[in-house]
């Protein structure tokens, strides 16, 4: 029996364990809409196509699966492009099918075209433009292989409206072949000897785990070796969650708003055992002066990572899972109190006092984190917030803090909130984000509506762009250019336009009733919070300077 292009993609997603697309229809992609209407698999219809994208990788994030969004062509498919970079750049796997339009009128510059495979290559794993139906099957097992082994990442469909209308014997391929795709799982044994033999010799080791620890399963094996073997820990952004945030051999988050012991631990360590990172520079900060008296064993299942940034003395190529396992074994129980009582002795005691005006953002989250579930998934956009999120609020458990590293798009948080709700559907889910960031994504709150997703939104609403700001204010002699958003709406009333219920608090005894509101109250809910304009997030370190230039609150 034949089977149209379009129902054969249905089918074959299906067949890898596809249950959710996120999606926008268009002229080039009716035809897969039509074959919707007779397909098991949920569609859920956000209002902008860079929604789509960045739903499906809040929702790849929370669950392990891989994320599916589609989106016609020409405009549809290139405001999928920031969503496609941030999964690239963190790591996530997405599969995007973009309707093209059809075969004959390809390079003709015809109405909405555009060349997604060429406009794609660098943020994709790979990407296909299937011309004929024959080889349709074929591809969509292909991409959601490789979106979801080795480095994980986004790969691309491109599907000329042709292509989804013409009718063929549908094969699904009982197996994957693709040459020269053989990712490295196993680390070489020698090196994995080589690695337990420098941990065993340290005297003031230290492990960093990435958020390729994550994407790996691998943060129970990572909290057996830290609490079996009393080996201290740090983490990157990404990384949050894969040790719990209240282990006492857990310093926190390094980089350029780390920790101050964390960064420290990194300074003073004589060995560091990195798992999952690519050393990036809001990690590191400066090179020349990140982990400058220790060895560095660097695990990544990415040989292009190994010694990209910083030169590894033993470096392991392999699955963070399967290398730790292996690792686990041949380490040795050494006394190392003494690195231990000065990790201790770094840790900050005090807190800076304060302001007296207004709201501050300490306020707010340690409020906010009390009322919390344990197993809550906290999902963020980006800027100051961000930062304090991650700082301020103790993440116990992986994939259950949610938020755009590597790209740092502004309007990541609401779409992704909406995926990580959809894929986990009975999980309290918390929105953080700012009174710039939710706006450049704020139409999704009608998706949050139509489908009655309980997610509770917080904006920290300081009336500015608040990483900028705080940029203008430190780094450039307080010359304040282009920051302050004195056009903002208010956002009671704006939610309350889309059916969303929403609250508000401008002062210190209304929050702790409004957070407990927010909560409790069923359905979708957004809460104005007024902070402090010019509170900074610290610790900071100034970019291309060493975690000893460290800026501290005042």
Request: one cysteine or more; glycine letters at 8%.
């Given at each position: 029996?034949?089977?149209?292009?379009?129902?054969?993609?249905?089918?074959?997603?299906?067949?890898?364990?596809?249950?959710?697309?996120?999606?926008?229809?268009?002229?080039?992609?009716?035809?897969?809409?039509?074959?919707?209407?007779?397909?098991?698999?949920?569609?859920?219809?956000?209002?902008?196509?860079?929604?789509?994208?960045?739903?499906?990788?809040?929702?790849?994030?929370?669950?392990?699966?891989?994320?599916?969004?589609?989106?016609?062509?020409?405009?549809?498919?290139?405001?999928?492009?920031?969503?496609?970079?941030?999964?690239?750049?963190?790591?996530?796997?997405?599969?995007?099918?973009?309707?093209?339009?059809?075969?004959?009128?390809?390079?003709?510059?015809?109405?909405?075209?555009?060349?997604?495979?060429?406009?794609?290559?660098?943020?994709?794993?790979?990407?296909?433009?299937?011309?004929?139906?024959?080889?349709?099957?074929?591809?969509?097992?292909?991409?959601?292989?490789?979106?979801?082994?080795?480095?994980?990442?986004?790969?691309?469909?491109?599907?000329?409206?042709?292509?989804?209308?013409?009718?063929?014997?549908?094969?699904?391929?009982?197996?994957?072949?693709?040459?020269?795709?053989?990712?490295?799982?196993?680390?070489?044994?020698?090196?994995?000897?080589?690695?337990?033999?420098?941990?065993?010799?340290?005297?003031?080791?230290?492990?960093?785990?990435?958020?390729?620890?994550?994407?790996?399963?691998?943060?129970?094996?990572?909290?057996?070796?830290?609490?079996?073997?009393?080996?201290?820990?740090?983490?990157?952004?990404?990384?949050?969650?894969?040790?719990?945030?209240?282990?006492?051999?857990?310093?926190?988050?390094?980089?350029?708003?780390?920790?101050?012991?964390?960064?420290?631990?990194?300074?003073?360590?004589?060995?560091?055992?990195?798992?999952?990172?690519?050393?990036?520079?809001?990690?590191?900060?400066?090179?020349?002066?990140?982990?400058?008296?220790?060895?560095?064993?660097?695990?990544?299942?990415?040989?292009?990572?190994?010694?990209?940034?910083?030169?590894?003395?033993?470096?392991?190529?392999?699955?963070?899972?399967?290398?730790?396992?292996?690792?686990?074994?041949?380490?040795?129980?050494?006394?190392?109190?003494?690195?231990?009582?000065?990790?201790?002795?770094?840790?900050?005691?005090?807190?800076?006092?304060?302001?007296?005006?207004?709201?501050?953002?300490?306020?707010?989250?340690?409020?906010?984190?009390?009322?919390?579930?344990?197993?809550?998934?906290?999902?963020?956009?980006?800027?100051?917030?961000?930062?304090?999120?991650?700082?301020?609020?103790?993440?116990?458990?992986?994939?259950?803090?949610?938020?755009?590293?590597?790209?740092?798009?502004?309007?990541?948080?609401?779409?992704?909130?909406?995926?990580?709700?959809?894929?986990?559907?009975?999980?309290?889910?918390?929105?953080?984000?700012?009174?710039?960031?939710?706006?450049?994504?704020?139409?999704?709150?009608?998706?949050?509506?139509?489908?009655?997703?309980?997610?509770?939104?917080?904006?920290?609403?300081?009336?500015?762009?608040?990483?900028?700001?705080?940029?203008?204010?430190?780094?450039?002699?307080?010359?304040?250019?282009?920051?302050?958003?004195?056009?903002?709406?208010?956002?009671?009333?704006?939610?309350?336009?889309?059916?969303?219920?929403?609250?508000?608090?401008?002062h210190r005894s209304e929050l702790e009733d409004v957070i407990k509101e927010a909560l409790l109250t069923e359905g979708p809910v957004l809460v104005d919070i007024r902070v402090d304009t010019e509170e900074n997030v610290f610790p900071m370190v100034p970019p291309g300077q060493g975690y000893h230039k460290v800026l501290q609150a005042k």
């Amino acid at each position: 029996m034949k089977t149209k292009g379009a129902s054969i993609l249905l089918e074959c997603m299906r067949k890898e364990g596809v249950s959710t697309i996120f999606g926008y229809p268009g002229g080039a992609v009716i035809p897969i809409y039509d074959a919707l209407l007779d397909s098991p698999l949920r569609h859920v219809l956000v209002r902008h196509e860079q929604a789509a994208a960045f739903a499906a990788d809040g929702y790849a994030r929370a669950t392990g699966l891989t994320g599916t969004c589609i989106a016609t062509s020409g405009p549809g498919a290139t405001n999928l492009i920031s969503g496609l970079a941030n999964a690239y750049m963190d790591s996530v796997p997405l599969v995007a099918i973009t309707g093209q339009t059809s075969s004959h009128l390809l390079g003709t510059d015809s109405f909405q075209e555009a060349d997604l495979t060429g406009i794609t290559l660098p943020i994709t794993k790979h990407s296909y433009l299937v011309k004929d139906v024959g080889n349709l099957a074929r591809c969509v097992r292909e991409a959601y292989h490789i979106a979801s082994t080795g480095r994980k990442g986004p790969v691309l469909i491109d599907l000329p409206k042709d292509v989804s209308m013409t009718e063929t014997e549908f094969l699904y391929p009982k197996k994957v072949n693709i040459p020269g795709y053989r990712p490295t799982l196993n680390g070489h044994p020698m090196q994995v000897i080589r690695a337990a033999e420098a941990l065993n010799r340290a005297r003031r080791p230290l492990l960093l785990l990435g958020g390729g620890v994550i994407a790996a399963e691998a943060s129970q094996i990572a909290r057996d070796l830290v609490r079996e073997f009393r080996i201290p820990c740090v983490c990157t952004l990404m990384g949050l969650g894969a040790i719990p945030g209240d282990d006492p051999l857990f310093l926190g988050m390094i980089g350029m708003h780390g920790k101050l012991e964390a960064n420290r631990a990194v300074s003073s360590c004589d060995l560091l055992l990195a798992v999952g990172t690519r050393f990036d520079d809001r990690a590191t900060c400066s090179l020349d002066d990140f982990a400058p008296a220790a060895t560095v064993v660097h695990v990544d299942i990415d040989p292009a990572e190994i010694s990209k940034n910083v030169p590894a003395d033993i470096p392991i190529v392999g699955d963070a899972r399967i290398v730790l396992e292996d690792l686990l074994p041949k380490i040795k129980l050494v006394d190392r109190q003494e690195w231990l009582r000065q990790l201790d002795s770094f840790r900050t005691r005090t807190e800076a006092s304060p302001r007296e005006s207004g709201l501050t953002a300490r306020q707010v989250y340690s409020t906010l984190a009390a009322f919390l579930s344990k197993e809550a998934v906290v999902v963020t956009d980006v800027g100051q917030h961000q930062m304090w999120a991650a700082l301020h609020i103790i993440h116990r458990l992986p994939r259950h803090f949610i938020t755009s590293g590597g790209l740092g798009a502004m309007g990541y948080g609401l779409p992704a909130a909406i995926g990580v709700q959809v894929g986990k559907p009975d999980s309290q889910v918390v929105l953080v984000s700012g009174d710039g960031s939710i706006q450049m994504n704020v139409q999704e709150l009608a998706t949050l509506y139509t489908y009655d997703l309980p997610v509770k939104a917080f904006i920290m609403n300081n009336g500015c762009l608040g990483m900028v700001r705080q940029w203008q204010e430190l780094l450039f002699d307080r010359r304040y250019s282009s920051v302050f958003l004195d056009g903002n709406p208010d956002f009671v009333k704006l939610a309350e336009a889309y059916g969303v219920t929403g609250l508000r608090a401008s002062h210190r005894s209304e929050l702790e009733d409004v957070i407990k509101e927010a909560l409790l109250t069923e359905g979708p809910v957004l809460v104005d919070i007024r902070v402090d304009t010019e509170e900074n997030v610290f610790p900071m370190v100034p970019p291309g300077q060493g975690y000893h230039k460290v800026l501290q609150a005042k």
